[in-house]
C-alpha cells in the first residue's frame, strides 16, 4: 500500500460493498452459517503429517487454518493447525518453549526425534499445547447462534453438516464481521451502530499486550504464546505505536536461515515483514492498524476488514519526540530475503548471538509518524460482542474466555493433544433459542 494509500485508507476507509442479492431483506434468523462457508475451501491434514508438511502446506495455500483428521479418508476432523500451532513449535524448535520437570521427558524425546532428522508428526506437535476448545456447529444453525459463539471470544467454527460430523466449512471472527458489514443494510440493529464512535460504545480494552520495539523478536513470540493473543503492538520508548507482529508473521521464520531474526528487534522483523509484503504485493507497504478513541465504528470495521486484521490498536496524538532512534540492539540490522523454505528449524540449543551494531530505528519504518500513543485496542471479539449484546443475545464474557486461553497457552506446561481436543470439542448448537 502506498503512503498516499495508507493516509486516504485512514481518511476516508472503505465503505462497505454492495449487498449480496441472495440475502437482501432476510431476517439474520434465517441465514444458516452454511450459507457462509465453502466446502472447497476446507483443507485437511492427518494426525501422522509432519509438521513440516503441514507448515508448508498452510503457507502455501493462503489458509489460516488447517483441519486434523485421523485417515484420508475421513471428512470429520478432530482439531486444528494454525498459525498459534507453529509459533509455540518454532518456539520449541528453538529452545525458548521449557517444560516443567513433569513433561521434561517428552520434550527431550521430542527434541530428540528432530535433531535425529525424524518426521514430527502433528499428533506430537500439537501435544505442546492446546490454545482453543474445538467449537462446532451444524450448518443449519442461524447467524444470531454464531454471532453470540464468537462474541464470547471464540475466534474459528468448524461447520458440520446437521446430523453428522462431516466438515462443510470453517467460519471466521473476521469472514462474519465481513458479511455483516457488506450487507449491514439487511441488519438494521448493527447498522445503527456504525456512526457511533468507539469511546461512545464503550467497546474495547485499556488493557493492551505490548512489546518495546528494541525487545528481541523471540520475546515477542513467547509472550504471544504465553497470553494467548494472535497479534501484539509494538511501541516506542515513548508508547506510540511502530507497528504490529502477529502469529501469522511467523511462517517468514521457517527457513533455517533465519534463524538469527529471533534474536535480532522486533523492530527490525517489522522491518523484514514490510519488505516481504512489498515483494508480495509489488508495492510499497506500510503499517495502518490504527484508529483513534473519536474514530466511528464503521471506520474501524472497515479498516479490520479492509486490513483482515484481528484487532485496531486505539492511539491518542503522538507523545512529542517520537521520532528519536531506538535504544540500540545488540544485532545487525541486515534485511534477508523472507521466502520459506523446506529447511525447517530443528529442536537445537538458542541460536548463538551476532556481532553487535545498531538496530533499525523506530523513527526509519514507513509511516511511523502516522499512529500516536498507545491507548486500547478494539477486537473483532469486541465488534461481535458489541453486535450480540445490541441484538438481545447473551455472549459468554470475552474476559473469561481470554483467561482460559492464556492458561491452556502456559509455555510451562504441556496441555492436551488431538485426543484430548476430540473429546474437548463442543457443539454450540446444543440449547440453541
Known sequence: MSSAGVQDLMNN????????????????????????VDP???LFVEVDTGIEEATNLLIDSGNTVLLVRTTPRER?????FDYKDLNQYLLFATGSLRPDHEHLAFFDALAKKAQQGQKIPLKDAKALGTKEPFVVLPNTANLTKAVETFGGGVHRIVVVQEGTDNVTGVLSQLKLVKFLWENGRSFPII????????RELSIGSQNVISINGDRPLKDALVLMDEEGVSSLAVVDNLQNVVGNISTVDVKLLTKSSSAPLLDNTCIHFISVILSSRGMTDGKDSFPVFHVSPYSTL??????LVATKSHRMWVVDSPSPSSSAPATPATQPAVL??????????????????SAASPSISAAALPGAHMSGRLSGVVSLTDVLNLFARASGLNPNDPSETRRHRRRSSSASLVRGSLDSARSSSVDVSKGMR
Request: glycine share 6%; net charge negative; aromatic share 10%.
Open 13 to 36: 476507509p472503505p465503505k462497505a460493498g454492495a449487498e449480496d442479492p441472495a440475502f437482501a431483506g432476510r431476517d439474520w434468523h434465517d441465514i444458516s452459517v452454511g450459507e457462509l
Open 336 to 353: 534477508y530475503n523472507p521466502l520459506h523454505s523446506p529447511s525447517f528449524p530443528q529442536a537445537s540449543p538458542p541460536f548463538s548471538h
Open 298 to 303: 464503521a471506520h474501524t470495521v472497515a479498516k
Open 76 to 80: 470429520s476432523a478432530i482439531g486444528t
Open 191 to 198: 447498522d445503527q451502530l456504525y456512526p457511533q464512535s468507539i
Open 40 to 42: 472447497a475451501n476446507v
